[in-house]
């Protein structure tokens, strides 16, 4: 009798079945009457049922793919005989709203040990961030907060977690009015005012385009002793730079340390989704169960958000489903069509997403990783969609529109 290789069926559609352990050539996965002629590794993709050249593969009960060539049962299926083709998907908009608001658990809200911050937002984290407003100054900001967080002067305020130091790649050779010098706005004010920051400097070259007194005058704020900014120009250079960042840092650490934990409903709790390093268990395995979380999270009235556009990309009809309103709906499928144009024009392809080891892991198709990735979303109905670091202010499960790989 052969050996018998375990294998798990997601879906009633399902034409392959996922491996749990390995197989070596010979194995007979359960219940396929079908030994197999070469080692398939745990994760990986067995045939149910003989599928046809052009065929659809179907996982999770969706297309994964089409096979490039035809693939019999019990035969491993993967990057040689599964193909990526024409994503043409059928938007259902709301169809499933009614029941993802019944998923909604009802739960009666709980309290976490938070700081209030003066703005009425609510951190689980004391954090002082040093930004940068250019790449310029990013080797100043880094001296800086490693100079603090080595100097153990931290150990007499134990309300602050640490200092940040938040650098980039960018801040000049840019237009000062394009969406590059928006989102990079945006995402810095969103660093400054994060309710996990009790105090934000910002370093600057000093000549760059993106200037913090345009963000002050975008967004308001005014210094004091826990919004400052400084540039390496008027400091006098790199060394003396460093030696004034530093000096101001420590003179505000009894005033950010001064704050206390408090009990804080988790309503005001907001959960950030992303994933890292999937292979053929993560979508079956750690991200349903995140979605869980997810769901007793928005239960709670709470926010999670979804993220990486591409990584949704052959899961998007999905959560379209759930859409609370078409102008919702609308507004991701305007973002998916962005990141289909913004691909071809550059000679690229969306399914060019899996990485090496997500494939070595088992995903095949960037339509197989999306479903897995948008499992950590749960179940609940989709209540907003927003651009990239754009402010969350509606609870409920919202998806931001964000690269596949943000580091």
């Given at each position: 009798?052969?050996?018998?290789?375990?294998?798990?069926?997601?879906?009633?559609?399902?034409?392959?079945?996922?491996?749990?352990?390995?197989?070596?050539?010979?194995?007979?996965?359960?219940?396929?009457?079908?030994?197999l002629?070469?080692?398939?590794?745990?994760?990986?993709?067995?045939?149910?049922?003989?599928?046809?050249?052009?065929?659809?593969?179907?996982?999770?009960?969706?297309?994964?793919?089409?096979?490039?060539?035809?693939?019999?049962?019990?035969?491993?299926?993967?990057?040689?005989?599964?193909?990526?083709?024409?994503?043409?998907?059928?938007?259902?908009?709301?169809?499933?709203?009614?029941?993802?608001?019944?998923?909604?658990?009802?739960?009666?809200?709980?309290?976490?040990?938070?700081?209030?911050?003066?703005?009425?937002?609510?951190?689980?984290?004391?954090?002082i961030?040093?930004?940068?407003?250019?790449?310029?100054?990013?080797?100043?900001?880094r001296?800086?907060?490693?100079?603090?967080?080595?100097?153990?002067?931290?150990?007499?305020?134990?309300?602050?977690?640490?200092?940040?130091?938040?650098?980039?790649?960018?801040?000049?050779?840019?237009?000062?009015?394009?969406?590059?010098?928006?989102?990079?706005?945006?995402?810095?004010?969103?660093?400054?005012?994060h309710?996990?920051?009790?105090?934000?400097?910002?370093?600057?070259?000093?000549?760059?385009?993106?200037?913090?007194?345009?963000?002050?005058?975008?967004?308001?704020?005014?210094?004091?002793?826990?919004?400052?900014?400084?540039?390496?120009?008027?400091?006098?250079?790199?060394?003396?730079?460093?030696?004034?960042?530093?000096?101001?840092?420590?003179?505000?650490?009894?005033t950010?340390?001064?704050?206390?934990?408090?009990?804080?409903?988790?309503?005001?709790?907001?959960?950030?989704l992303?994933?890292?390093?999937?292979?053929?268990?993560?979508?079956?395995?750690?991200?349903?169960?995140l979605?869980?979380?997810?769901?007793?999270?928005?239960?709670?009235?709470?926010?999670v958000?979804?993220?990486?556009?591409?990584?949704?990309?052959?899961?998007?009809?999905?959560?379209?489903?759930?859409a609370?309103?078409?102008?919702?709906?609308?507004?991701?499928?305007e973002?998916?069509?962005?990141?289909?144009?913004?691909?071809k024009?550059?000679?690229?392809?969306?399914?060019?997403?899996?990485?090496?080891?997500?494939?070595?892991?088992?995903?095949t198709?960037?339509?197989?990783?999306?479903?897995?990735?948008?499992?950590?979303?749960?179940?609940?109905?989709?209540?907003?969609?927003?651009?990239?670091?754009?402010?969350?202010?509606?609870?409920?499960?919202?998806?931001?529109?964000?690269?596949?790989?943000?580091?």
């Amino acid at each position: 009798m052969p050996d018998i290789a375990r294998t798990v069926l997601l879906h009633p559609d399902d034409n392959v079945a996922i491996l749990t352990n390995p197989a070596k050539a010979g194995e007979q996965p359960l219940g396929f009457g079908v030994a197999l002629d070469h080692p398939v590794a745990r994760g990986h993709k067995i045939a149910k049922i003989d599928i046809a050249e052009g065929g659809n593969i179907i996982k999770f009960g969706q297309v994964i793919g089409y096979a490039s060539h035809p693939i019999k049962a019990g035969e491993h299926v993967h990057t040689d005989n599964c193909a990526f083709g024409a994503h043409d998907q059928h938007y259902d908009v709301g169809a499933d709203y009614q029941k993802a608001l019944a998923a909604i658990p009802k739960i009666e809200t709980p309290t976490f040990m938070g700081y209030r911050r003066a703005n009425g937002q609510a951190g689980t984290r004391n954090f002082i961030a040093i930004c940068a407003t250019v790449n310029c100054s990013a080797t100043v900001i880094r001296r800086a907060a490693d100079e603090i967080n080595r100097s153990g002067i931290l150990a007499d305020y134990p309300n602050i977690d640490g200092v940040a130091a938040f650098a980039h790649g960018t801040g000049c050779g840019m237009d000062s009015s394009g969406e590059g010098a928006d989102i990079l706005q945006r995402v810095l004010w969103g660093y400054a005012t994060h309710p996990n920051v009790g105090a934000a400097v910002f370093v600057g070259l000093g000549c760059e385009v993106m200037q913090l007194g345009r963000m002050k005058m975008l967004y308001g704020g005014a210094d004091d002793s826990r919004f400052f900014g400084l540039t390496i120009q008027d400091s006098g250079g790199t060394a003396a730079t460093i030696r004034q960042l530093v000096g101001h840092i420590k003179s505000i650490l009894p005033t950010v340390n001064a704050v206390q934990r408090e009990p804080i409903p988790a309503s005001e709790l907001k959960l950030a989704l992303q994933c890292g390093g999937s292979d053929g268990f993560s979508g079956i395995t750690a991200n349903p169960a995140l979605g869980v979380a997810s769901d007793l999270l928005v239960g709670m009235g709470g926010t999670v958000i979804l993220s990486e556009t591409p990584e949704i990309y052959g899961a998007e009809q999905l959560l379209l489903r759930r859409a609370a309103s078409v102008e919702i709906g609308e507004k991701l499928i305007e973002r998916i069509r962005w990141w289909e144009d913004y691909t071809k024009m550059n000679r690229g392809s969306m399914d060019n997403n899996p990485s090496p080891g997500n494939k070595l892991g088992g995903l095949t198709t960037i339509l197989e990783k999306s479903l897995g990735a948008s499992a950590k979303a749960g179940s609940t109905p989709l209540t907003g969609v927003l651009n990239y670091a754009e402010r969350i202010d509606t609870p409920g499960f919202i998806f931001m529109d964000t690269p596949g790989y943000d580091p």
